[in-house]
């Protein structure tokens, strides 16, 4: 088609998708080029604005590297990974869930941890905390033998992939659910943290005058043959941002309770002091057990990078 008027751009597109022989691709495509332009013509896009946009989404690439993905972490920010999520698990999004976001810092490879065991692997301070999880189905049922990969931040709010001080999977393992559909491992008790402001995601909190902050939590991920595999990530009740979270990542389903004990003998012999513990259920669908690309597949060298905080417009 020879282009008459603007309106025609967009009759031409959608055209051309007819000629491809993928359904999906082409309903998917038909509907990105369909909201793409509105949002154009809705926005009164100047030139200089599409270029400035254009120059964010090769920096996004171009920050994304072996142990830092920018472009997971801006779907984070813009609420396009929650939502996704939520469509796509508790029926469709008619029913509440215990899926969440995988976020930028999953690795594959965690080290086999056993029951009872710590994930703790190089030192790290922090309170302990005992962590007691169940896998169950949509009927109720315990679901045994399912791979259960969990990690988290340090206390001073690095992901080891981060921080080339600690050692080599640390605050990562990997579980296997029992016949009741139990997990039990050692940690420490999680701290909420800021995420990097160095690339296109610092630009649009502080244009939005939005704080860079998640809350305290700790990944799940559970993985077994016939059921749809689910992220997870439970927050601590006691964290001042759970209403506002960086990333919307937080429901209610996910919301812990990590309950101090102090003056109690703990699990343990060797930690002395207060200590806290969490229990929590998870529910798992029936569907493709599948698993997506790792966001990072490596670790940062060099010096460990310098969190910076951002405060919240009121």
Not at 289 to 300: D, E, H, N, V, Y
């Amino acid at each position: 088609m020879i282009i008459s008027k603007q309106q025609d751009v967009t009759e031409a597109v959608l055209a051309e998708l007819q000629h491809a022989t993928d359904p999906r691709f082409k309903e998917i495509m038909t509907a990105a080029v369909t909201h793409l332009h509105g949002f154009i013509r809705d926005a009164r896009l100047s030139e200089a604005e599409f270029h400035q946009a254009c120059g964010m989404i090769a920096k996004l690439g171009q920050l994304t590297t072996a142990s830092h993905n920018e472009v997971v972490l801006i779907a984070g920010s813009l609420g396009l990974s929650a939502l996704v999520c939520l469509l796509n698990n508790g029926d469709h999004g008619q029913t509440e869930t215990t899926a969440n976001l995988m976020g930028p810092f999953w690795r594959m490879d965690s080290p086999r941890t056993e029951k009872g065991g710590s994930i703790v692997r190089s030192p790290t301070l922090g309170a302990a905390v005992f962590v007691n999880a169940w896998v169950r189905d949509t009927q109720g049922r315990p679901v045994e033998g399912a791979e259960v990969d969990v990690w988290q931040a340090s206390s001073e709010g690095f992901y080891e992939n981060q921080d080339p001080g600690q050692g080599d999977m640390n605050l990562r393992g990997k579980l296997t659910t029992d016949a009741s559909g139990h997990i039990a491992f050692r940690s420490i008790k999680p701290v909420g943290y800021p995420i990097p402001l160095t690339g296109p995601v610092g630009a649009l909190l502080r244009a939005q005058g939005r704080h860079n902050m998640r809350p305290a939590h700790i990944h799940f991920m559970i993985f077994k043959q016939g059921y749809k595999t689910q992220f997870a990530q439970v927050y601590s009740s006691d964290d001042p941002n759970l209403e506002t979270d960086v990333q919307f990542g937080v429901t209610q389903a996910l919301v812990g309770q990590y309950v101090l004990h102090s003056g109690e003998t703990a699990p343990v012999q060797d930690v002395t002091g207060a200590w806290y513990s969490l229990d929590h259920h998870f529910v798992i669908e029936r569907g493709e057990a599948s698993l997506p690309k790792p966001p990072i597949t490596g670790k940062a060298s060099g010096e460990r990078p310098t969190p910076a905080i951002l405060e919240r417009n009121r």
